[in-house]
Nanobody, 116 residues
């Protein structure tokens, strides 16, 4: 059974940092691209970042480019999102996700709130 479990969210002031983690299990983690998606209150899902299976290529939405860094540790089956210079508009539930054998999976999400 594919499982994705996010952690690391919380309340942070504007300009602050958070590091999200996603623990993956139930599939060959190192064989699949992974991504982070977020959903703000009252809005649809927004793609944030993607990393290829080996970790050699990363991609970012314009809204987070230069502030967020995606990474992975295939030996530990872990995905990360380092978020710096956070803004109130980054407030959302953040999900890690992947398409495994043609089916989309995502975790339960972790809440990130950026507010003074």
């Amino acid at each position: 059974e594919v499982q994705l479990v996010e952690s690391g969210g919380g309340l942070v002031q504007p300009g602050g940092s958070l590091r999200l983690s996603c623990a993956a299990s139930g599939f060959t983690f190192g064989s699949y691209d992974m991504k982070w998606v977020r959903q703000a209150p009252g809005k649809g899902p927004e793609w944030v970042s993607r990393i290829n299976s080996s970790g050699s290529r990363t991609f970012y939405a314009d809204s987070v480019k230069g502030r967020f860094t995606i990474s992975r540790d295939n030996a530990k089956n872990m995905l990360y999102l380092q978020m710096n210079r956070l803004k109130p508009e980054d407030t959302a539930v953040y999900y890690c996700a992947s398409a495994v054998v043609g089916r989309d999976y995502r975790g339960q999400g972790t809440q990130v709130t950026v507010s003074s």
